[in-house]
């Protein structure tokens, strides 16, 4: 494989990644530019395999979509609704915290709470909500509110986001999911999500939730109408944000999902572009210890060949999703934990039960 790398004129490259020497913006062009996917992935499982050996993490985890009412309502998403139009919905906090309720029977240990940008919700509703699920299961750690969601609930609080991450850190929130993120080129964000908060606002949301002790995920939405130029950037950004604060567990790339969106002329992302998307990445940021194949987004047979492509985790039994959903995913909504064993035993990886934070519940 080394010498097909070298006739691929990746040479250089891999040389630099068995060195463990740093990728430049131009080497990450180069790496979404090659038709070698297989050099690629070769390149990007050496990295994957010595950050993460032959794991392949995933979580028994539950998602609650509290509400879908949204001012932003951004051209590549099928969930934000306008308030009082069709399909859109709020529950009021005790049909959040029922949501963990009906599950309680289950070793579910984490719940991932997102949602839209609310014009009325008050502050005390998403500390409640917080406070709610702590009382009824203590031991369930929390990952909610993507940043953009916290820079809005500054704004409502009428606090720094320093100051509002703290209160809801006593509330009960435990770590920051990765969305919002999008691609953080002014351009595209202006043509798709004017009114989101910027790329810019995006990382320092994150870097100061790094600064008051909650690690978050990071994510990149492709396949739209981004450059490749532009998804280098997006990776740059946060590996230069990592350097900072080294806050980030995950990177998770999210393939963009047209149906039932106001970009719904575009077509789904090739199963080449998903795991180019998964492999540079893994290739570039050097300092996010894990990647993340999700399977709700590209499909469980994708997730399970990216764990040769530089992914070491396939996220978990998402138990409810949504969001992908509405613009026209077609997994199924949750996965069973054998499912999920049986898909990474036959990838040739050891399957490992995680925490969120990456701690060890339980190896198959």
Same mark, same amino acid.
């Given at each position: 494989?080394?010498?097909?790398?070298? %006739?691929?004129?990746?040479?250089?490259?891999?040389?630099?990644?068995?060195?463990?020497?740093?990728?430049?913006?131009?080497?990450? *062009? @180069?790496?979404?530019?090659?038709?070698?996917?297989?050099?690629? $992935?070769?390149?990007?499982?050496?990295?994957?395999?010595?950050?993460? $050996?032959?794991?392949?993490? /995933?979580?028994?985890?539950?998602?609650?979509?509290?509400?879908?009412?949204?001012?932003?309502?951004?051209? +590549?998403?099928?969930?934000?609704?306008? %308030?009082?139009?069709?399909?859109?919905?709020?529950?009021?906090?005790?049909?959040?915290?029922?949501?963990?309720?009906?599950?309680?029977?289950?070793? *579910?240990?984490?719940?991932?709470?997102? $949602?839209?940008?609310?014009?009325?919700?008050? +502050?005390?509703?998403?500390?409640? !909500?917080? =406070?709610?699920? =702590?009382?009824?299961?203590?031991?369930?750690?929390?990952?909610?509110?993507?940043?953009?969601?916290?820079?809005?609930?500054?704004?409502?609080?009428?606090?720094?986001? =320093?100051?509002?991450?703290?209160?809801? !850190?006593?509330? $009960?929130?435990?770590?920051?999911?990765?969305?919002?993120?999008?691609?953080?080129?002014?351009?595209? @964000?202006?043509?798709?999500?004017?009114? %989101?908060?910027?790329?810019?606002? #995006?990382?320092?949301?994150?870097?100061?939730?790094?600064?008051?002790?909650?690690?978050?995920?990071?994510?990149?939405?492709?396949?739209?109408?981004?450059?490749?130029?532009?998804?280098?950037?997006?990776?740059?950004?946060?590996?230069?944000?990592?350097?900072?604060?080294?806050?980030?567990?995950?990177?998770?790339?999210?393939? /963009?999902?047209?149906?039932?969106?106001?970009?719904?002329?575009?077509?789904?992302?090739?199963?080449?572009?998903?795991?180019?998307? &998964?492999?540079?990445?893994?290739?570039?940021?050097?300092?996010?210890?894990?990647?993340?194949?999700? #399977?709700?987004?590209?499909?469980?047979?994708?997730?399970?060949?990216?764990?040769?492509?530089?992914?070491?985790?396939?996220?978990?039994?998402? %138990?409810?999703?949504?969001?992908?959903?509405?613009?026209?995913?077609?997994?199924?909504?949750?996965?069973? &934990?054998?499912?999920?064993?049986?898909?990474? =035993?036959?990838?040739?990886?050891?399957?490992?039960?995680?925490?969120?934070?990456?701690?060890?519940?339980?190896?198959?």
């Amino acid at each position: 494989m080394e010498a097909f790398i070298e %006739k691929a004129g990746l040479g250089d490259i891999l040389q630099k990644i068995k060195n463990e020497e740093r990728l430049s913006r131009e080497d990450g *062009i @180069r790496l979404y530019e090659t038709p070698h996917l297989l050099a690629l $992935g070769y390149m990007a499982n050496l990295v994957r395999e010595r950050k993460n $050996g032959n794991n392949a993490y /995933f979580i028994y985890n539950q998602h609650v979509n509290y509400s879908n009412v949204c001012t932003n309502l951004c051209k +590549f998403c099928a969930f934000g609704k306008e %308030k009082g139009t069709d399909k859109a919905y709020e529950m009021s906090v005790s049909e959040a915290v029922d949501k963990v309720r009906e599950r309680l029977g289950e070793p *579910i240990s984490e719940v991932h709470i997102v $949602g839209g940008i609310h014009p009325d919700l008050p +502050f005390s509703y998403y500390t409640d !909500m917080l =406070k709610g699920i =702590k009382e009824i299961k203590p031991e369930m750690h929390i990952q909610a509110f993507t940043c953009v969601e916290i820079d809005h609930l500054a704004k409502i609080a009428g606090k720094s986001v =320093k100051e509002t991450l703290e209160l809801l !850190m006593e509330a $009960g929130l435990d770590s920051i999911p990765g969305g919002g993120a999008e691609v953080f080129s002014p351009r595209i @964000r202006e043509k798709t999500c004017p009114e %989101k908060l910027s790329g810019e606002g #995006w990382l320092e949301v994150a870097k100061t939730a790094h600064r008051v002790g909650l690690k978050t995920n990071a994510t990149m939405l492709y396949g739209h109408i981004e450059t490749i130029e532009e998804r280098v950037d997006h990776l740059l950004a946060l590996r230069e944000a990592q350097d900072e604060t080294g806050g980030f567990l995950a990177f998770i790339p999210l393939s /963009f999902h047209p149906k039932n969106t106001e970009m719904s002329d575009l077509s789904r992302t090739s199963g080449v572009e998903d795991l180019k998307s &998964i492999a540079v990445a893994r290739c570039f940021l050097d300092n996010f210890p894990h990647i993340k194949a999700y #399977w709700v987004m590209i499909g469980p047979k994708m997730a399970q060949i990216a764990l040769s492509f530089g992914a070491d985790d396939v996220d978990g039994t998402v %138990k409810e999703e949504i969001i992908t959903h509405m613009a026209g995913a077609e997994t199924e909504q949750a996965m069973a &934990i054998p499912e999920l064993v049986r898909i990474i =035993k036959e990838a040739g990886r050891t399957p490992i039960q995680r925490g969120t934070l990456y701690d060890v519940i339980k190896e198959y």
